[in-house]
């Protein structure tokens, strides 16, 4: 397993910005698929961004599409999720998560798919 940690959540006025970052403790994701979740108040666990290692291949969560860009750092171990148009329904608390099954971005992506998980970041979203 990988070892994640999210860092770069807080409070932000609706229409502000936030970047996340995710480190993780290999020397390349080069093999891995890393994916944003978030786990909103009395909701379940969703998907919101996701990106390949390989070849940089990303998909978004509809409600996300436009407002988020997913990216890494080619040079090290680092997932970014920038955040602009923040509004009140994208407080959650946010983990990324990896996997291994980089043929997952191309189908059907499940929380089960990912088998290492960060602790999370709260974002908190409200004027």
């Known amino acids: 397993q990988v070892q994640l940690v999210e860092s770069g959540g807080g409070l932000v006025q609706p229409g502000g910005s936030l970047r996340l970052s995710c480190a993780a403790s290999?020397?390349?994701?080069?093999?891995?698929?890393i994916g944003w979740f978030r786990q909103r108040p009395g909701k379940e666990r969703e998907g919101v961004s996701f990106?390949?290692?390989?070849?940089?291949?990303?998909r978004y969560a509809d409600s996300v599409k436009g407002r988020f860009t997913i990216s890494r750092d080619y040079a090290g171990n680092t997932v970014y999720l920038q955040m602009n148009s923040l509004k009140p329904e994208d407080t959650a608390v946010y983990y990324c998560?990896?996997?291994?099954?980089?043929?997952?971005?191309?189908?059907?992506?499940?929380?089960?798919?990912?088998?290492?998980w960060g602790q999370g970041t709260q974002v908190t979203v409200s004027s």
């Open positions: 998560a990896a996997t291994l099954k980089l043929w997952i971005l191309y189908s059907g992506i499940s929380t089960t798919d990912f088998d290492s």
């Open positions: 990106i390949s290692g390989a070849d940089g291949f990303t």
């Open positions: 290999v020397f390349t994701l080069n093999e891995y698929a």
